[in-house]
């Protein structure tokens, strides 16, 4: 039940194409959405986040889309780039936690030019 | 501000051998983490801190320690190294704040266990 089931694992898209990941999860606790963006040799990065009360936040060209019936939550890279390569994990926390992140397994997007 | 440092960068080490990774923070956070993580996986937590003096277990503990006695610094100690360690390490840390609650990232220390 705190486990977050992220697909697909790996995901090429054409340079201005939409990536789209995956993520969804049991624990109805869950109250913090965060997607992170790690480079090569990098640690992660938050990149962008969402709580249940809204179904959609956007920045940019990246945009959670969150369906609380159905318990999922999924990533979406608008005009794809080369420099958006990377890999991207989804994560989950319980309100009752102590703000401990439950990770996706992570998902290694390439944007072919 | 540095954010989060770890040092070493990399480190061989033999099998039975003891280490310490190091994990300091210039943020005033008061959560740190220490993360492992494998190949093609995601991260496994090895132990938390929510503040200097109080430290708890994560998914994956077992032959690693950790103390805390100093808000900024959080190390890592792994006590007979395994090749089941081989991994990356990463520290973070966090406010415990809702709307704050962002984890920052250090750069990660690869460690070979041979």
């Known amino acids: 039940q705190q486990q977050v089931k992220q697909s697909p694992q790996s995901l090429i898209v054409q340079k201005g194409g939409i990536s789209i990941i995956n993520c969804a999860y049991e624990?109805?606790?869950?109250?913090?959405f965060p997607w992170y963006q790690q480079f090569p040799g990098k640690g992660p990065a938050l990149l962008i986040a969402?709580?249940?009360d809204v179904s959609e936040k956007k920045e940019g060209r990246f945009t959670i889309s969150f369906n609380k019936s159905a318990k999922q939550f999924s990533l979406h890279i608008m005009d794809s780039q080369p420099g958006d390569s990377a890999t991207y994990f989804c994560?989950?926390?319980?309100?009752?936690?102590?703000?401990?992140?439950?990770w996706g397994a992570g998902t290694k997007l390439i944007i072919k030019p | 501000n540095a954010g989060v440092t770890q040092t070493p960068k990399f480190r061989i080490l033999k099998i039975g051998q003891s280490m310490t990774l190091q994990c300091a923070q210039d943020?005033?956070?008061?959560?740190m983490y220490w993360y492992r993580q494998d190949p093609g996986m995601g991260l496994k937590l090895i132990y938390y801190?929510?503040?200097?003096?109080?430290?708890d277990k994560g998914e994956v503990p077992n032959g690693y320690n950790v103390s805390r006695s100093t808000t900024e610094d959080f190390p890592l100690r792994l006590e007979l190294a395994a090749p089941s360690q081989t991994s990356v390490y990463f520290c973070?840390?966090?406010?415990?704040?809702?709307?704050?609650?962002?984890?920052?990232f250090g750069p990660g220390t690869r460690l070979l266990v041979l």
């Open positions: 969402i709580r249940p």
């Open positions: 801190s929510v503040g200097a003096g109080i430290t």
């Open positions: 973070a840390s966090s406010y415990a704040k809702q709307g704050q609650e962002t984890q920052y």
């Open positions: 994560a989950a926390r319980a309100w009752d936690s102590n703000y401990q992140l439950i």
């Open positions: 624990n109805t606790a869950f109250d913090y």
């Open positions: 943020m005033n956070h008061n959560y």
